[in-house]
């Protein structure tokens, strides 16, 4: 059973940087795709960045561009997200997502993230 664990979660003021891990249980190379998600209160999860992983081509939502970088770490089985320049908007729970090549989808359990003076 794959399983994905998120950590790197936190309390930051405004303007401050945070960096999210997400390792998997096994080779990230089972899987086509990885992306971090986000939940505020009150919202629809939304997708925050995403990275294929064979090429390692990224794609992210307009509101986090500039700012945020995901990568991935093949020989750790580790994908990461920093994120830079923080603002309060930024607040939600943050998911690790991934898709494997029969399309098999898992996700992790989230980690807080939460931006405020």
């Known amino acids: 059973q794959v399983q994905l664990v998120e950590s790197g979660g936190g309390l930051v003021q405004p303007g401050g940087s945070l960096r999210l891990s997400c390792a998997a249980s096994?080779?990230?190379?089972?899987?086509?795709?990885m992306a971090w998600y986000r939940q505020a209160p009150g919202m629809q999860r939304e997708l925050v960045a995403d990275?294929?992983?064979?090429?390692?081509?990224?794609n992210y939502v307009d509101s986090v561009k500039g700012r945020f970088t995901i990568s991935r770490d093949i020989s750790k089985n580790t994908v990461y997200l920093q994120m830079n320049s923080l603002k309060p908007e930024d607040t939600a729970v943050y998911y690790c997502?991934?898709?494997?090549?029969?399309?098999?989808?898992?996700w992790g359990q989230g980690t807080q993230v939460t931006v405020s003076s």
């Open positions: 997502y991934a898709v494997n090549v029969l399309s098999a989808i898992f």
């Open positions: 096994g080779n990230i190379f089972v899987f086509k795709t």
């Open positions: 990275i294929i992983i064979s090429g390692g081509v990224t």
